[in-house]
């Protein structure tokens, strides 16, 4: 992930953990978890995109590390979490949203925190409100970026041909991976080549779904992160958990997370949405404010989905200022 050298000024100073931990989840997983900022300030979770993007140093920036105590985690089989998505013998079966949510309530209580802000950008939007309407008593605030639900719209729209209206070279690309034949239902037919336990049929695969997906999150090229995201093991599991997930449309019922954001309605809340997100669309955001009128939705002008394009950057961390109590 591209680190935020041109976000100086915008996040808070780089710090380092003061405790880092693995937590025996259950099917053989350990999840990674790391504690900075103050010990004994506000609590707040930031959940992480793809799935299976993991985390970064650079994340804890959005926080101000005097009033927050700061909690990180990598989300089952990426990151610094075990086993790893890139292993052949890792089984995705344990991994779902469900598993996701248990997780941050077992984290939540191994850490003796009893109310905590969760904060979450992308697929880390969708774990959060599923998190929220699932334990809406632990969360103080929400705070979302780029919002992303898992609908079927929304998939077809990025997996199936809708946003090659704007980046037609990039798709083509993507496509090139898939025989014509079966190139009208994508995510399943990547889902066989990614799962494929033969390296030469899942590792190229994996980086051309990555590499899709890297090259249109700003709005200007950002050659660097499409690097960093797609090197073989990175690649392999943000690929494979990312269509796990999408193949099983996250578990939900079709447009669960809007339908049940009546839940949310006595939780402080902010949405941020950059204009030109190619991959989650500002419509979606739009549904959930309209859902949810208490959150107030920040639309980024000059922004897509990234958190590390400057706009989206600075309101995040408007937001988290906010509420730092």
């Known amino acids: 992930m591209r680190g935020p050298e041109h976000l100086e000024g915008i996040l808070y100073p780089a710090i380092e953990p003061y405790e880092t931990g693995m937590l025996l989840v259950g099917d053989g997983n350990r999840v990674y978890w790391e504690q900075s900022g103050n010990p004994d300030g506000k609590p707040v979770v930031f959940l992480h995109g793809g799935p299976g993007g993991g985390t970064a140093p650079w994340h804890r920036r959005f926080f101000d590390p005097e009033r927050y105590r700061i909690v990180l985690l990598d989300q089952r089989g990426c990151g610094r979490s075990t086993p790893h998505a890139s292993d052949p013998a890792a089984d995705p079966r344990h991994n779902t949203t469900w598993h996701l949510v248990a997780d941050l309530e077992l984290l939540r209580k191994n850490l003796g ?22 334990h809406p008593d632990a969360v103080t605030e929400l705070v979302l970026r780029g919002i992303f639900t898992l609908r079927r719209h929304e998939l077809e729209w990025f997996y199936e041909g809708g946003a090659s209206a704007i980046f037609p070279d990039l798709w083509e690309d993507f496509l090139g991976q898939i025989p014509v034949l079966e190139r009208s239902r994508m995510i399943e037919a990547y889902h ?91 419509m979606t955001a739009w549904d959930l404010h309209r859902a949810w009128p208490e959150a107030e939705l920040v639309i980024v002008p000059d922004a897509s989905h990234s958190a590390s394009e400057p706009g989206i950057a600075r309101a995040l961390r408007e937001a988290t200022d906010r509420f730092a109590g």
Do not use: K
């Open 113 to 134: 925190i009893e109310t905590w802000q969760v904060f979450g950008g992308s697929w880390g939007s969708a774990l959060a409100l599923a998190y929220a309407q699932t």
């Open 192 to 282: 066989r080549r990614l799962f494929d336990p033969d390296p030469a049929v899942h590792v190229p695969a994996a980086q051309a779904w990555t590499r899709w997906e890297a090259s249109t999150l700003t709005l200007f090229p950002d050659p660097g992160l499409v690097d960093s995201m797609t090197t073989p093991a990175e690649a392999t599991a943000f690929a494979r958990i990312e269509n796990h997930y999408f193949v099983n449309e996250g578990w939900f019922r079709e447009g669960q997370l809007i339908e049940d954001a009546g839940v949310l309605r006595g939780i402080p809340g902010v949405i941020v949405q950059g204009r030109f997100d190619v991959c989650t669309p500002a």
